[in-house]
């Protein structure tokens, strides 16, 4: 059973930065892609940005400029470099990650708060 672990959250103000990990366990296994997702109260979850195994990168278009996504394929872990916080950005961050075990599957983590004052 794949297991993903967030960390690195926290209470920030507004103009700072934090960086979140999320680090995959529970076997051998091939990761396709990994992302981060966040999910504001009352709001949808929402996609942050996403990582392919091959370091290909896609960002929401609110996040551009400011956070960095990137990977330790070694390590199964993602981490989000994010600069420049917003109130805004106060969310619960959630990673997911497809892994490859014969077939396709999206696992989710618990998520992580990120509360960012004004």
Known sequence: QVQLVE???GLVQ?????????????GRFNINFMGWYRQAPGKQR???ATITSGGNTNYADSVKGR???SRDNGKNTVYLQM????PEDTAVYHCNAEV???IRVLYWG????VTVSS
Do not use: D, H, P, Y
């Open 110 to 113: 618990q998520g992580t708060q």
């Open 46 to 48: 929402e996609l942050v």
């Open 7 to 9: 960390s690195g959250g």
């Open 14 to 26: 507004a103009g700072g930065s934090l960086r979140l990990s999320c680090a995959a366990s529970g």
């Open 83 to 86: 600069n420049s916080l917003k």
């Open 100 to 102: 490859q075990v014969g």
């Open 67 to 69: 956070f960095t996504i």
